[in-house]
């Protein structure tokens, strides 16, 4: 216990999580200040004045196309080949509807937090997983490097404790960090939906939903936190956790990709990494195959492919406990010197 | 006297791919018993540290025997941790922290009151600039600050290995107060130096190692008694006979080093058959004087690291003992 509340004091006096810590809450901060202007409030006045603008418009493009057909008729009439410039039948076949002059497009922006704060979790994850990965990281990473650890160890020879422990508080204060910036960014969103937005059918199902994304941001959190630990431990350097992560990051999304385009797999995006987190944080992913359209048939059907946040799970469930097996199996295994 | 530390044919093998094995340790034995300051000496690279970390759990030996305090090791580590104090080969501290902080988190992680950590502070001479971050302080700073790390848990075993590394002779001068003050009361403390000058004045015994074998141990006085015994001086008439002289002599025997104008003899049991022996060649003796060695040409002869004149030693040139040859006593 003594040696826990230790690390836990050890990571807070580190400059680099007071650091990061500061950039993390700059960064939130900043996210949502900026997005609180781009939102809107919609007035009665305002919803009449974008219908009025959305039937002008309607009514112009009527007027227009019936312009059309009448200098297009007028052309056939002298014997004209109308089919170049007009289309078949004079372009009569495209008659504007009034379903393609909604009134909303013409409306300002406003922001809709239950249709659109779940993708703001995920912002919110992404920002907080970045933190912990390279909190964690330098954590175990300087301590190897300056020789930390094996001072460590000299008090405490129980290596697996030792890193074990030092894993504990990381995740612990990645876990306080995640909640309570977690209810700040949540509040702020609300608080912005409540004056420049809508908070419309806040149902109780509604924030249900919302809760289980916040859960498994907070997941995505502590797990990025443990694998940026566990590579900076194995390599017992913080750049080398760094360096993993982009080597990871460029073999994914860039590798991967090239591979399966040049060997034309079907649904290749399907081992790409982000198509997990993507489909962590909607709850699925909906892979397109449009080779198999037939566009000559009028609208396409493509073949698709569901990656549910289930297999998401199971992906980044074995990548984790990968890296902290074998990150706990060097610290057994290796010398120290 | 009971042993506080006790290694029997310790061995420890480092492999390359490349370089095939080290045998960096290589059925080393060492023993120290309560109380005492017990010198740990050896040419670089004869596997001090390997030595060290072993016993302190920082790398797996190969094979061999370790215990402290009575306890076997590596298994009872973590319950004798709490009463072996160990700085190993110029500590490093995360640079960012401050000394006070730096001994704050280890005493905390030791359940040490905090009040100790001003004391070993105080005992180290960095009480004004402990609120210092690391980066800042210059090498015997850092080393002061390793010395009190290894303090702070008033351990019953001292280990430092080169704590002197670093020191102002002040400094060094009160190490040896230090060391002198800690043993009487009781702790035991183990000295791996270079400076044989110090390790003469301050330990009780020693262990000297070579190419990871013991080549000697034993009280201080005994190491020096038994190899002063046989050391004699001698000078020739004429200095262009030495050569031949030391080849004489080496092949009855006795173990020479060639100095520019004498030779240095040992394990002479009479001075009077050196005499004879050049006679015999016709080479005259001016000078045959039985002479007192201090710690450091004991060191040199028993490792054989002395340097001769126009060569280079490299590193891993030193005395290699058999294995059976440890056996007998101190000095092989
Ligand atoms: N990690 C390692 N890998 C390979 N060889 C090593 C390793 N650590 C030490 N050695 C080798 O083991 C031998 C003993 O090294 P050690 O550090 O114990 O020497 P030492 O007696 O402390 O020397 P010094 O007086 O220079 O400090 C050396 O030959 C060294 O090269
Ligand atoms: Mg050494």
């Known amino acids: ?337 | 006297m009971s042993a506080v530390l006790e290694i029997e044919g310790l061995r420890k093998t480092y492999r390359s791919r490349k370089r095939g094995v080290r045998h960096a340790l290589d059925g080393f034995d060492m023993r120290v018993e309560a109380g005492q300051v017990h010198g740990f000496l050896g040419p670089n690279g004869s596997g001090k540290t390997t030595t060290l970390r072993t016993l302190l759990g920082l790398i797996r030996p190969n094979g061999g025997r370790m215990a402290i305090l009575g306890q076997e090791l590596p298994h009872a580590l973590p319950a004798v941790a709490g009463q072996v104090g160990a700085i190993v080969e110029s500590p490093q501290f995360f640079p960012h922290f401050s000394a006070r902080d730096t001994l704050g988190l280890l005493a905390q992680a030791g359940e040490l009151p905090r009040q100790r950590v001003d004391e070993v502070l105080e005992l180290v001479g960095l009480r004004d600039r402990a609120g210092e971050r690391v980066k800042t302080y210059s090498l015997g700073m850092k080393q002061r600050l390793a010395v009190a790390s290894a303090l702070l848990k008033n351990p019953k075993l001292l280990i430092l290995d080169e704590p002197a590394n670093g020191l102002d002779p002040g400094g060094i001068r009160e190490m040896r107060g230090l060391m002198r003050d800690l043993s009487e009361n009781g702790m035991t403390v183990v000295l791996s130096s270079h400076i044989l000058g110090e390790i003469q004045l301050i330990c009780d015994s020693v262990t000297i190692i070579s190419l990871g074998r013991r080549v000697a141990f034993g009280p201080v006085e005994q190491v020096l008694a038994a190899h002063s015994q046989g050391s004699v001086r001698v000078r020739l008439e004429a200095v262009s006979d030495l050569s031949q002289a030391a080849d004489a002599l080496t092949r009855a025997g006795v173990r020479v080093a060639t100095e520019p104008d004498h030779l240095m003899l040992s394990g002479v049991d009479k001075p009077a058959t050196v005499s004879r022996l050049l006679a015999e060649q016709g080479l005259y003796v001016s000078e045959l004087t039985p002479v007192a060695v201090d710690l450091e040409s004991v060191f040199l002869e028993l490792t054989a690291t002395a340097p001769v004149p126009g060569q280079h030693r490299q590193v891993d040139q030193s005395a290699k003992v058999d294995q059976t040859g440890t056996a007998g006593g101190w000095g092989a």
Not at chain 1, 64 to 77: N, S, V
Not at chain 1, 209 to 231: H, P, W, Y
């Open chain 1, 1 to 337: 216990m003594s040696l826990f509340v230790t690390e836990l004091r050890r990571l807070g006096k580190r400059r680099v999580t007071r650091l990061m810590l500061v950039l993390l809450v700059l960064g939130l901060a900043t996210v949502a200040t900026a997005f609180s202007f781009s939102s809107e409030k919609l007035s009665p006045a305002a919803v009449a004045e974008a219908e009025a603008k959305a039937n002008n418009d309607y009514q112009t493009a009527m007027t227009e196309w019936k312009r059309t057909i009448a200098e297009c008729e007028a052309a056939a009439g002298r014997g004209e080949n109308t089919e170049d410039r007009y289309g078949p039948n004079c372009g009569k076949d495209y008659q504007p509807q009034p379903d393609m002059f909604e009134a909303k497009w013409y409306l300002p922006y406003q922001f809709d937090f239950r249709a659109e704060f779940p993708l703001f979790i995920a912002v919110f994850a992404a920002s907080v997983a970045l933190f912990g990965f390279i909190v964690g990281a330098s954590f175990v990473g300087a301590e190897w490097n300056t020789g930390g650890m094996m001072n460590l160890l000299l008090w405490r020879p129980k290596r697996l404790t030792v890193l074990g422990t030092k894993l504990a508080a990381l995740l612990t204060t990645v876990f306080g960090l995640t909640v309570v910036l977690g209810a700040l960014w949540t509040a702020a969103f609300w608080l912005i939906a409540s004056q420049r937005g809508s908070t419309a059918k806040m149902t109780g199902g509604v924030w249900q939903s919302i809760g289980l994304d916040g859960l498994r941001a907070l997941g995505m959190t502590l797990l990025v936190a443990a694998v940026g630990f566990a590579l900076a431990s194995l390599g017992r350097h913080t750049a080398m956790a760094l360096g993993a992560a982009v080597g990871i990051f460029a073999v994914s999304e860039i590798g991967i990709r090239i591979a399966v385009a040049v060997l034309g797999v079907q649904f290749g995006d399907r081992y790409v990494l982000s198509t997990y987190a993507q489909s962590w944080f909607l709850k699925q992913a909906e892979l397109f195959d449009y080779d198999t359209c037939q566009f000559s048939q009028g609208a396409c059907e493509p073949a698709t492919y569901m990656v549910t946040w289930q297999q998401s799970a199971v992906v980044f469930g074995v990548a984790l406990v990968g890296a902290l097996v074998a990150a706990f199996w060097t610290m057994r295994r290796r010398d120290i010197s």
